[in-house]
C-alpha cells in the first residue's frame, strides 16, 4: 500500500517564478493537509481540503499562495511569484476523515522548494 | 494560536541510557500524536494518544498523556543509535489541522 507521495522531491526557482507541488494522498484516503516547515522550525499548517473544497485555510498566505484537491488527480499547493522566504520544506499529509481523534495523519516526504 | 513546547530541544545521550522527552502547552487536545523526523524526509508517525492519563508502549518507547490532555512524554529506555532523529509531538484540536511542537533533536553515541 503506498505511502502520501508527493513530487517533485526538490524545486528550484527564480525569485517571480511560479511553483507547483504535488501531493497524491494515500490509497482511500480522502483528507489533505498541506505543512511548511522553514529552516531549523517546526511545522506549520498552511490549509486543509477535501475533494474539491477548501476546508480550513486558515495558515495560508493571503496572497500568492492557493491549493486545490480536485475531483481526479493529486493535491497542488501553487506559489506564485515566489520569494525567497518562500524556500522551505512543504508536507503534504493525508487521513482518511474518520473524525476527530480517528484522524491520523500520515506524512509523504515533502518538497524542498529553494528560490534563488 | 496554540503551542505546544518540548524539552529538552537538544539532547545527546551514549547508548544504553535512558530519557525523557517533555511536551507542554497551555491548551487541551483531543488527541495527540508523536512522530519521528529524519533529515530529508517526512515525519512519521510512532502513536497516537487520546485519552486523559493514557500510556502506551511501543517496543522501549513509552509513550504518556497528561490526565488533562495538554501535555505529554516520550520516554526511551536503553537507548540505540537507530534512535537518532527529530521527535516532534502535534496536538489535535478538532478534525483539522495539527499543532506541531518545536521539536526535540537526539543524538545518541555509540
Known amino acids: 500500500n503506498a505511502g502520501v507521495m508527493q513530487n517533485p522531491r526538490h524545486l528550484v526557482r527564480r525569485r517571480g517564478q511560479e511553483a507547483r507541488l504535488r501531493c497524491s494522498p494515500m490509497?482511500?484516503?480522502?483528507?489533505v493537509y498541506w505543512y511548511r516547515q522553514l529552516p531549523e522550525e517546526g511545522l506549520k499548517f498552511m490549509v486543509y481540503l477535501q475533494k474539491e473544497n477548501i476546508i480550513d485555510e486558515s495558515g495560508m498566505p493571503k496572497e500568492r499562495f492557493s491549493a486545490e484537491f480536485p475531483k481526479e488527480g493529486p493535491s497542488i499547493l501553487r506559489i506564485q511569484q515566489v520569494v525567497r522566504g518562500d524556500s522551505a520544506a512543504y508536507f503534504c499529509?493525508?487521513?482518511?476523515?474518520?473524525?476527530?481523534?480517528?484522524?491520523?495523519?500520515?506524512f509523504g516526504p515533502g518538497t524542498r522548494l529553494t528560490v534563488l | 494560536t496554540q503551542l505546544l513546547e518540548q524539552s529538552p530541544q537538544f539532547l545527546s545521550i551514549q547508548e544504553g541510557e535512558n530519557l525523557t522527552v517533555y511536551c507542554n502547552s497551555s491548551s487541551v487536545f483531543s488527541s495527540l500524536q508523536w512522530y519521528r523526523q529524519e533529515p530529508g524526509e517526512g515525519p512519521v508517525l510512532l502513536v497516537t494518544v487520546v485519552t486523559g492519563g493514557e500510556v502506551k508502549k511501543l517496543k522501549r518507547l513509552t509513550f504518556q498523556f497528561g490526565d488533562a490532555r495538554k501535555d505529554s512524554s516520550l520516554h526511551i529506555t536503553a537507548a540505540q543509535p537507530g534512535d537518532t532523529g527529530l521527535y516532534l509531538c502535534a496536538g489535535q484540536a478538532g478534525a483539522n489541522n495539527l499543532f506541531f511542537g518545536t521539536g526535540t533533536r537526539l543524538t545518541v553515541i555509540p
Open positions: 490509497k482511500g484516503h480522502s483528507h
Open positions: 499529509a493525508s487521513s482518511p476523515g474518520g473524525g476527530p481523534n480517528t484522524d491520523t495523519q500520515y
